[in-house]
């Protein structure tokens, strides 16, 4: 008697929600010392006067404009991108036509300096293989330079992959406090019948654990009696003139760019 193969889950919307609310709410449950870590870190920062500096590369930098720039978030916040290096680091823009740019080492060192930082600035690094050589490069630097360093990642798929960075490390190994995005090896969590995998959750839960840190930091920053630098929506009245004013605070510090 034979029997018959289970047939696989049907991949549909339904699916990937029940899929993605379960994983959000296992990596915010398992990361929540983390979160708090990262929390302290960056309200010690802005309290201290310093900026919360993101950078990711890829779809990793959808995770540095969680952070940077928007309502409901720091005001003190910087995001860094690769094309830095031609709006502000003089490269010509054929530079960005290379499909492997992050994974070049050597372009680190000269994207942090287009950077205006200073010793109280804290640094969230995303990267969901933190394995690519721009990444590592630039953990490295910011730790050399002796800025805190929170990493966004993704421990199951950073584990399996080799690092390609002439170190050999990857970003959770450098940075002081890791927030594991519960993604698994390859992003994708829905498998297809015939190999490979559709229903990327990384971009989904590093946002929401970004909002965790960005909520902690505020309430500490509160607890500490300050008055939490916090954009408003600029398509509200008086928008603007909040976010104007706050931003004066840390002129030529924060990049706001279309």
């Known amino acids: 008697m034979t029997t018959e193969p289970t047939p696989?889950?049907?991949?549909?919307?339904?699916?990937?929600?029940?899929?993605?609310?379960?994983?959000?709410r296992r990596v915010g449950e398992r990361q929540a010392a983390a979160v708090a870590a990262a929390a302290r870190l960056v309200a010690d920062s802005i309290a201290a006067g310093g900026v919360l500096q993101a950078f990711g590369s890829g779809h990793s930098e959808a995770l540095a404009m969680e952070l940077a720039g928007r309502a409901g978030g720091l005001v003190p916040s910087n995001k860094i991108a690769l094309r830095d290096l031609v709006l502000a680091?003089?490269?010509?823009?054929?530079?960005?036509?290379?499909?492997?740019?992050e994974r070049n080492p050597d372009i680190a060192r000269q994207l942090l300096e287009t950077?205006?930082?200073?010793?109280?600035?804290?640094?969230?690094?995303?990267s969901n293989s933190g394995i690519n050589g721009v990444v590592v490069e630039l953990a490295l630097l910011v730790k050399e330079k002796?800025?805190?360093?929170?990493?966004?990642?993704?421990?199951?798929?950073?584990?399996?992959?080799?690092?390609?960075?002439?170190?050999?490390?990857?970003?959770?190994?450098?940075?002081?406090?890791?927030?594991?995005?519960?993604?698994?090896?390859?992003?994708?969590?829905?498998?297809?019948?015939?190999?490979?995998?559709?229903?990327?959750?990384?971009s989904v839960t590093s946002a929401v654990l970004a909002q965790m840190v960005v909520g902690e930091a505020v309430q500490r920053l509160l607890?500490?009696?300050?008055?939490?630098?916090?954009?408003?929506?600029?398509?509200?009245?008086?928008?603007?003139?909040h976010n104007l004013a706050l931003e004066a605070r840390y002129a030529g510090r924060i990049r706001r760019t279309a």
Do not use: C, W
């Open 8 to 24: 696989a889950p049907r991949i549909t919307g339904a699916a990937y929600l029940d899929l993605v609310t379960e994983t959000i």
């Open 89 to 101: 680091g003089g490269r010509p823009l054929e530079t960005l036509a290379d499909p492997f740019l």
């Open 115 to 126: 950077v205006p930082t200073e010793p109280a600035d804290v640094f969230a690094v995303a």
């Open 146 to 202: 002796g800025h805190p360093l929170i990493a966004f990642t993704s421990a199951e798929h950073s584990a399996q992959t080799p690092s390609r960075h002439p170190s050999g490390k990857r970003l959770s190994e450098i940075a002081d406090v890791v927030l594991d995005n519960g993604a698994p090896y390859g992003d994708a969590a829905m498998p297809l019948p015939g190999g490979g995998a559709v229903g990327a959750v990384s």
């Open 223 to 241: 607890d500490a009696g300050h008055e939490p630098p916090v954009y408003l929506s600029a398509n509200i009245p008086g928008g603007d003139d």
